[in-house]
């Protein structure tokens, strides 16, 4: 296996264009949504590819670990990894010879933020045809500017994620727009079904008409609410159609959660988190390898 991962001649990228091949030809779905997330592997040491003290969503806390970028591909059967980027903290960028040690390419030895290595990943996929409903995301990706910008550019429908001081115009934060909006505009809505049955939340929305966009298309500020403590309100910013509803944003969001489901499959099923090694090139290769495995035993449950 270590061989495999770190001497033997094949090009992980390869795979990982190969399973989107096998992705359009098997498990393609008009309605699939695209969702950019990522996840923490826990490390000893310092001497792994982009290990250091940073926060890892797996943990809750800041832990010694690596931080994966993760693009995951949804439909109604569940979630597949469809590809994957390792990010590289700070702290690498300043230490060439570490970054020798681990065999980072020069290329990649200066810190890449979060969101362009989520922007990335959708330009590869799209220019290798795979397509997508929605493009959805949590904070870290919604809050970058560039990104939404760069979807809206190509007519890509999204929900993404914002902070609640997000700006909307010169001198409102989301919160404060929300907290304004009257009772009748929630509606209690569904995001889908979850290991305890559907995922009931209060809804509302609002346009954003000073906002340019593509005629026939429109962004919206979206809320959700918990129905069991209505303060805590998570919110959103929605492109999409005009003619596009409630309804079918709420489920559009919804669908974000499936690539939680889609790293446990990987982590639980097939060691995603139980590499064992520290070059940059094996790691990329063992989460390649794992990504294709999901997808077959996300074929072979469909079927």
């Not at 264009?17 to 393609?28: F, G, M, N, P, R």
């Not at 990894?81 to 990649?108: Q, T």
């Not at 005009?242 to 099923?269: C, D």
Request: charged letters at 25%.
């Amino acid at each position: 296996m270590q061989r495999l991962l770190n001497t033997a001649k094949w090009d992980a990228d390869q795979v990982r264009d190969d399973l989107q091949a096998y992705i359009l030809t098997h498990l393609s779905d008009p309605e699939a949504v695209l969702v950019v997330d990522e996840t923490g592997f826990v490390k000893k040491g310092r001497a792994s590819a982009g290990v250091a003290a940073q926060y890892s969503g797996t943990v809750g806390k800041i832990a010694t670990s690596q931080i994966g970028v993760f693009l995951a591909y949804a439909n109604r059967h569940g979630a597949v990894l469809l590809d994957r980027e390792l990010y590289l903290h700070a702290d690498w960028e300043k230490d060439s010879e570490r970054c020798k040690e681990a065999d980072v390419p020069e290329e990649r030895r200066t810190t890449i933020p979060k969101p362009m290595l989520a922007r990335q990943m959708l330009e590869r996929a799209f220019a290798h045809g795979v397509k997508a409903a929605w493009v959805t995301g949590d904070t870290v990706y919604g809050g970058d500017t560039k990104l939404r910008s760069w979807l809206e550019d190509r007519l890509q429908p999204y929900v993404l994620a914002v902070p609640k001081n997000q700006r909307i115009g010169l001198s409102h934060r989301a919160d404060e727009v929300v907290a304004r909006w009257p009772a009748q505009r929630w509606q209690r809505l569904s995001a889908g079904e979850g290991s305890q049955g559907p995922r009931f939340f209060d809804w509302a929305w609002q346009s954003l008409d000073f906002r340019w966009t593509e005629p026939g298309w429109k962004q919206w500020l979206l809320a959700r609410r918990s129905l069991s403590d209505p303060t805590e309100i998570a919110y959103s910013f929605v492109f999409a159609p005009e003619s596009v509803t409630l309804e079918q944003v709420v489920q559009a969001a919804g669908s974000r959660w499936q690539v939680e489901e889609a790293f446990e499959l990987a982590k639980q099923q097939v060691g995603l988190d139980e590499d064992e090694v520290r070059h940059w090139q094996g790691w990329y290769r063992h989460y390649s390898e794992c990504s294709f495995v999901t997808v077959r035993i996300m074929y072979v449950i469909r079927e």
